[in-house]
Nanobody, 125 residues
Framework: VQLQASGGGLVQPERSLRLSCEASGLTFSRYAVGWFRQAPGKDREFVAANKRSGSTTSYGDSVKGRFSISRDNAKNTMYLQMNNLKPEDTAVYYC???????????????????WGQGTLVTVSS
């Protein structure tokens, strides 16, 4: 199983960026997917998750109303649309997938079996 994240980069505050994560080696539609991030010197933080296509999504408090997670099962790809970016959103963003993630644990990184390599997002003027 491999997850390949892409789309990171340097962006100015209040601008938008979309991250992608392509999965291979798994039946993607059966997996819960999530995005986490880790800023320098800080713990890994939950950003967003989607258990199944058509199911409800969950977001971390710091990104609610600004970020949106989505998935395209036909392309084995998940996305994170990030709008109105702030300097505090600067971090390495990781995508994750898990087959046995229950609703109460979508925010828990330990619930996900597979991880991408991370893509750096820097928000700065």
């Amino acid at each position: 199983v491999q997850l390949q994240a892409s789309g990171g980069g340097l962006v100015q505050p209040e601008r938008s960026l979309r991250l992608s994560c392509e999965a291979s080696g798994l039946t993607f539609s059966r997996y819960a997917v999530g995005w986490f991030r880790q800023a320098p010197g800080k713990d890994r933080e939950f950003v967003a998750a989607n258990k199944r296509s058509g199911s409800t999504t969950s977001y971390g408090d710091s990104v609610k109303g600004r970020f949106s997670i989505s998935r395209d099962n036909a392309k084995n790809t998940m996305y994170l649309q990030m709008n109105n970016l702030k300097p505090e959103d600067t971090a390495v963003y990781y995508c994750a997938a898990g087959a046995t993630v229950i609703s109460s644990q979508v925010h828990n990184s330990d619930a996900y079996a597979y991880w991408g390599q991370g893509t750096l997002v820097t928000v700065s003027s």
